[in-house]
RNA sequence: GCGCCCGUAGCUCAGCAGGAUAGAGCGGCGGUUUCCUAAACCGCAGGUCAGGGGUUCGAAUCCUCUCGGGCGUACCA
C-alpha cells in the first residue's frame, strides 16, 4: 500500500485502485472521385429534376443526399429515402417517391426507381454497376479509397510513450496498434503524418529499479540471465515494490536516488544509462514484431528542463504565481478548471512540465497542423489541463492539439497490475498466439518450411491480437477474453485474411493476368456497358459483365464501392473501428458468395473472368482494408 | 461532491450528423465436404436497445432526470 507513485509516466501510475477544438481541414474535403461519388452527383441531377417536372421549381442544393441500403434486394438495390424533400415540397413522403419514380429519368448505371412506401428505390444495372466498379478498385491511379499523400497537412502523431521500469503488457499493446492504425488511416486520408513516441525514461519510478538492481542485481545483466532487457529490468522493479512494502526506507532512498540524478551523479548516471539501454533495446524487439515504428524518438530526460524553462518564461509574463514555499501554480479556475502546479517547492518539474516542454518543442521541429496523443482516457483531465495552459502561455497552435483517448484493457478479474505480476504480458501473448495458430497451419501443411511457417504463424496471430483490439470503438473499455483472443474463427483477423487467402488461391489457379482490367478502359465514367475486359494476354477468357449481377454480387460490390467513404469517415472521426468493421462486412460478404457461386468452373468462361475480376478487386479491399489496421494479408494459410 | 465515459440477444460487440422488420460473432440446436483450403457456409432459437419523461410525422440514435458500472478530480505519472 505504497502511495501511488510506484510508477509516474504518460502510462498513469500503476494504482491499487475534448472535443470542441476545431477539427483539423476535412480529410476528405476533395471531391473523391469513385463510383459511390459518381452515383450520387447522377442520381442528384437525375433527381433534380424530377422534382422539377412532377412538383416545380425547388432549391436542392442544401440536400445531403444519401443512397441506402434496402432491408433486401427485392425491393430495389439502393435506396433514397424522401424524407428530407416532404419539408420542402410540403407533401408525405410516400407521395414524393411515387410522383418521383414517374418521372425520373436515371443515368446509368440506374435501371428503374420505383417508389416503395417514403422511399425512392433504385435498380441497378448491375453487370455496368460491377463492371464500373471492378475498373475503380483495380485501374485506378493509386491505391483504392486512399488520398494522394501531402494532400492534407501534416500531423504529429504521439502513442506508445512507454515507461522505461517494466516490459509492455496488453495495454500498451492496445496503445502501439492503434497508433500505427491512426497514422494509416490519417496517411489513407492524404495526411503526412509524423509518428512520435515519449519514452518515459527519468524519474523516481525508475530510480526504484535501479536501486533494487544495485542492491540484489548482483552484476547480473540481460546476456548473463539470458532475459530479455526490459523484462529483466521490469523484475527488478517488482523486486522493489515487494520489498518495499517490508521497508520504508526504500522509497526514500529512491527518492535520494532521483536527486543525485538530477545532480548528473556519475555512478547514477552510469547505471541509468546502462538500464535504460537495456529497456529500449527490449522495447525495439517488442515493437518489431508488433509492426511499430517511429519517426522520431522524444525522450523525457531531453524535454523535461525545457518544459521548466518555459514554465519560468510563463511565470515572468504573469501567466503563473509563485507560491509562498517556492512553487509555481496556475490558476485555471476561470476556465472551470483546478489550480494547477509546474514547478515543485524544490524547483523540479512534475508530468506536466515536461509535457509542456515537449509539446513546444516539437511543435518548433514539425510545424504541423496539428498534433495528436493517443493516451488512455485517464489523462483526459491531463490533456484538457495541458492544452489550456499551452493556450494561456501564448501558443495558438494548442487548439490544434488533440488527444485521442482510449478506454483500458482488463483482465477478467480486474484491472491488470505491474507491480503484482498480474498482467497480460504483450511478448508471452505474442509468443502464445503464434503457437496457436503455428499448429494450425502445421495440420494443413505437414510439409512447410521452417521459414515460412514462422513467417505464417506471426502474421496470422498478430492479425487476431490487432483485429481484436481494434474492432472495439475507442472509448470503450475491452476486458481481456484470453479464448475470444486467440480464437481465429467467426468475427477476427484471421477470418479475414482466410478470405483473402481463398481469393488468392483461385487466382492462383486462373493465372497471373486472370481477372485484370484492361487499362484502355480506364475511368470513362459509367461509360456505357462494360467493355471493360480482362486483360488480353494470350488464352485469357474475356470476361463478360453482362452475365454477373446476382444478388451476392451486387451485396459484395456495394461494400467494395463504398470503401473510400468508410475510409473517410474513419479517418475523420479517428476511429480504426470503423475500418475493421467494414473489412469484416466484405469479408463475410465474399465468403457468402464464394461458397454460392463457382470462380474457375463457372457456368461460362465469360462469367468467370468477370467474377476473377470482381475476386480481384476483394482481394485489394481486404488488403488495403487489413494494412490500415497494420496487419499483414497472407496469401496462403 | 464535481467532471468525463460506458450501459443494445446468455457472453463479447456493431448500429447513434433520427428514418424501411435493431445486426454480427461466440455459446446453444439442426444441416453442408467426391466441388476454387470446413480458420468456411446455410438454417433455427434468442432483444420492452438500463429505466422514466420530453422533442419529432418518426428515437437504440437528440434533450432531461434517475439507476447501475468505470475513470478522473496530486507539489504521481
Known amino acids: 500500500m505504497h502511495g501511488a507513485g510506484c510508477c509516474p509516466c504518460r502510462e498513469p501510475p500503476d494504482r491499487d485502485n475534448g472535443a470542441s477544438v476545431p477539427e483539423p481541414r476535412c480529410p476528405f474535403a476533395g471531391v473523391v472521385h469513385v463510383l459511390d461519388q459518381d452515383l450520387i452527383s447522377g442520381f442528384r441531377a437525375a433527381l433534380a429534376e424530377a422534382v422539377a417536372t412532377a412538383f416545380g421549381e425547388a432549391d436542392l442544393s442544401a440536400l445531403d443526399i444519401r443512397l441506402v441500403e434496402t432491408p433486401n434486394p427485392e425491393v430495389g438495390d439502393l435506396g433514397f429515402g424522401c424524407f428530407p424533400l416532404a419539408k420542402l415540397l410540403r407533401r408525405s413522403p410516400k407521395d414524393i417517391a411515387a410522383a418521383l419514380a414517374a418521372a425520373i429519368e436515371l443515368p446509368a448505371p440506374f435501371r428503374e426507381a420505383r417508389g416503395v412506401g417514403p422511399y425512392l428505390n433504385l435498380w441497378l444495372d448491375r453487370p455496368a454497376f460491377l463492371a464500373a466498379l471492378c475498373r475503380d478498385v483495380l485501374d485506378g491511379e493509386r491505391p483504392y479509397g486512399t488520398r494522394p499523400p501531402g494532400e492534407l497537412g501534416r500531423i504529429v502523431l504521439e502513442f506508445s510513450s512507454p515507461n522505461t521500469n517494466k516490459p509492455q503488457h496488453l495495454g500498451h499493446i492496445r496503445n ?155 490558476d485555471l479556475t476561470a476556465d472551470g478548471l483546478d489550480k494547477k502546479i509546474l514547478l515543485r517547492r524544490d524547483g523540479t518539474s512534475v508530468y506536466m512540465t515536461q509535457d509542456l516542454g515537449t509539446a513546444v518543442r516539437r511543435f518548433e521541429e514539425w510545424q504541423p497542423e496539428a498534433m495528436f496523443y493517443v493516451v488512455g482516457s485517464e ?216 461458397h454460392g457461386h463457382p470462380v474457375i468452373q463457372a457456368a461460362s468462361p465469360g462469367l468467370g473472368a468477370a467474377r476473377l475480376a470482381l475476386c480481384r478487386a476483394t482481394a485489394a479491399v481486404l488488403k488495403q482494408g487489413l494494412a490500415l489496421l497494420g496487419i499483414e494479408a497472407p496469401e496462403q494459410m
Open 176 to 330: 502501439n496498434v492503434l497508433g500505427m492504425a491512426l497514422a494509416r488511416l490519417l496517411e489513407a486520408a492524404g495526411h503526412e503524418v509524423v509518428k512520435v513516441t515519449l519514452v518515459n525514461d527519468r524519474g523516481v519510478h525508475i530510480c526504484k529499479s535501479m536501486l533494487a538492481y544495485q542492491r540484489w542485481g548482483d552484476g547480473a545483466t540481460p546476456e548473463s540471465t539470458g532475459t530479455k532487457g526490459d523484462h529483466f529490468v521490469g523484475d527488478y522493479y517488482v523486486k522493489f515494490c515487494q520489498e518495499a512494502a517490508a521497508d520504508e526506507s526504500l522509497e526514500e532512498q529512491a527518492k535520494e536516488m532521483l536527486r543525485r540524478w538530477e545532480q548528473g551523479d556519475e555512478e547514477v548516471m552510469a547505471l541509468w544509462r546502462t538500464m535504460n539501454g537495456w529497456v529500449e533495446r527490449g522495447f525495439d524487439e517488442t515493437y518489431r514484431r508488433l509492426g511499430v515504428a517511429f519517426d522520431r524518438v522524444y525522450h523525457e530526460s531531453e524535454t523535461y528542463r525545457f518544459g521548466r524553462d518555459i514554465a519560468l518564461a510563463a511565470l515572468g509574463q504573469g501567466h503563473c504565481q509563485r507560491l509562498p514555499d517556492g512553487a509555481v501554480e496556475i
Open 379 to 594: 489523462q483526459i483531465y491531463h490533456f484538457k489541463v495541458l492544452f489550456l495552459v499551452l493556450q494561456r502561455f501564448g501558443y495558438a497552435w494548442a487548439e490544434q492539439c488533440r488527444h485521442i483517448s482510449y478506454g483500458m484493457v482488463h483482465l477478467p478479474e480486474g484491472k491488470m497490475k505491474s507491480r503484482e505480476g498480474k498482467v497480460v504480458d504483450a511478448d508471452d501473448l505474442m509468443t502464445e498466439v503464434e503457437a496457436i495458430s503455428g499448429q494450425a497451419i502445421r495440420e494443413k501443411h505437414p510439409d512447410i518450411s521452417a521459414d515460412e511457417l514462422a513467417a505464417r504463424q506471426h502474421e496470422i496471430a498478430l492479425g487476431a491480437i490487432k483485429f481484436f483490439l481494434l474492432n472495439v470503438n475507442l472509448e470503450k473499455d475491452i476486458t481481456f477474453d484470453p479464448a475470444a483472443s486467440v480464437s481465429f474463427e467467426g468475427d477476427t483477423g484471421p477470418y479475414i485474411q482466410y478470405a483473402h487467402t481463398r481469393i488468392c488461391g483461385i487466382l492462383r489457379k486462373a493465372g497471373p493476368a486472370a481477372g485484370t482490367i484492361a487499362s484502355q478502359t480506364r475511368r470513362q465514367p459509367l461509360s456505357p456497358l462494360p467493355r471493360c475486359n480482362a486483360n488480353p494476354p494470350h488464352a485469357v477468357p474475356v470476361a463478360d459483365f453482362a452475365q454477373l449481377g446476382s444478388d451476392d454480387e451486387v451485396a459484395l460490390g456495394r461494400l467494395l464501392m463504398e470503401f473510400p467513404k468508410v475510409v473517410a469517415e474513419a479517418a475523420r472521426t479517428r476511429n480504426p473501428a470503423r475500418i475493421a468493421g467494414h473489412v469484416l462486412d466484405v469479408a463475410r460478404s465474399f465468403t457468402t458468395f464464394y
